[in-house]
């Protein structure tokens, strides 16, 4: 068990919840309706940026959902026969599948090449014309995750 003292005078918020639910707010600096108004703010700014996947907070972060590891493309290698690429950390990316971006909400397919870096380049489904390497995919509009199957 961790204590950790809040000094009640440094904030103008304080949020906190028990595991059982039970939540405690002192706002002694504020009004209570732009309390409420701030948490709705939060509330709305949260479910805005929730993934576009079920989530489980307890577990590992799966690496691909990890966006804010670089992708180390110089080190990567490409299976092109499985369609494979695996990162120079030695995560696997399957590049038969397209990848739907958290941020966009817009599905991404491989466009056959890599860049000079050796990262897959990556194209919007349905347009010819916009194309992201799969690390600057991840840092812009990250995370991204598979959506199913091999296209056609």
Request: proline share 7%.
């Amino acid at each position: 068990m961790r204590i950790r003292l809040i000094d009640f005078d440094e904030h103008a918020l304080v949020l906190t919840v028990t595991r059982a639910g039970a939540v405690m707010v002192v706002n002694p600096r504020m009004c209570d309706t732009g309390t409420a108004e701030l948490l709705h703010d939060i509330a709305d700014q949260l479910a805005a940026a929730h993934p576009p996947y079920p989530c489980n907070p307890g577990a590992e972060p799966d690496a691909q959902h990890d966006y804010d590891e670089p992708l180390n493309g110089r080190h990567g290698r490409l299976d092109a026969e499985r369609k494979v690429w695996t990162d120079g950390t030695g995560h696997a990316w399957d590049l038969s599948v397209t990848w739907l971006a958290a941020a966009t909400e817009v599905a991404w397919e491989w466009t056959g090449r890599l860049d000079g870096l050796g990262t897959p380049v990556m194209r919007a489904v349905g347009s010819h014309s916009v194309h992201e390497p799969l690390d600057v995919l991840r840092a812009v509009y990250g995370p991204i995750s598979p959506t199913g199957g091999e296209r056609s």
